[in-house]
């Protein structure tokens, strides 16, 4: 399935991106438009874009949202959903200790990536990483 977002990936959309390997479609294809860019793609999903199904709601991430739509129950994804949105939107304060840091490195994954399927490759090694990090924490 090809799946559809704006250039430029930032934490959220890099999380996305990994949650739709990892869980929804492992055979993703991605492709990237400017921002405000219309018509979007005939047959691809869009995802982190305003006014589609996949988008930030009630002042969460789109990683919460496609939790949510998928209907993807998994506590240590729920976690990841808290840091993205901590990491992705502005907060009064933060709760999750690592959300400006995940935010920082996804900012420069960007950065030194030379294209978005790169950073989002880059990105997704960070997010198994985590995923890992806060899985062990319940074993402990």
Not at 68 to 88: S, T
Not at 98 to 106: T, Y
Not at 116 to 122: E, G, K, P, S
């Amino acid at each position: 399935m090809k799946w559809v977002t704006w250039e430029n990936v930032g934490v959220d959309r890099m999380a996305c991106a990994w949650l739709i390997r990892k869980c929804i479609d492992s055979d993703a294809e991605f492709l990237f438009i400017p921002v405000g860019h219309k018509p979007l793609p005939e047959g691809a999903e869009p995802f982190d874009i305003p006014g589609v199904r996949l988008t930030h709601r009630r002042g969460h991430c789109t990683f919460h949202t496609m939790l949510k739509e998928f209907e993807i129950k998994d506590p240590v994804l729920e976690r990841i959903a808290r840091i993205v949105d901590e990491a992705d939107t502005v907060q009064e304060a933060f709760l999750e200790p690592v959300a400006p840091g995940l935010d920082f490195i996804c900012d420069g994954i960007r950065m030194t990536s030379p294209d978005d399927l790169t950073a989002l490759d880059r990105g997704g090694l960070i997010f198994e990483a985590l995923y890992s990090r806060i899985s062990s924490e319940k074993e402990q």
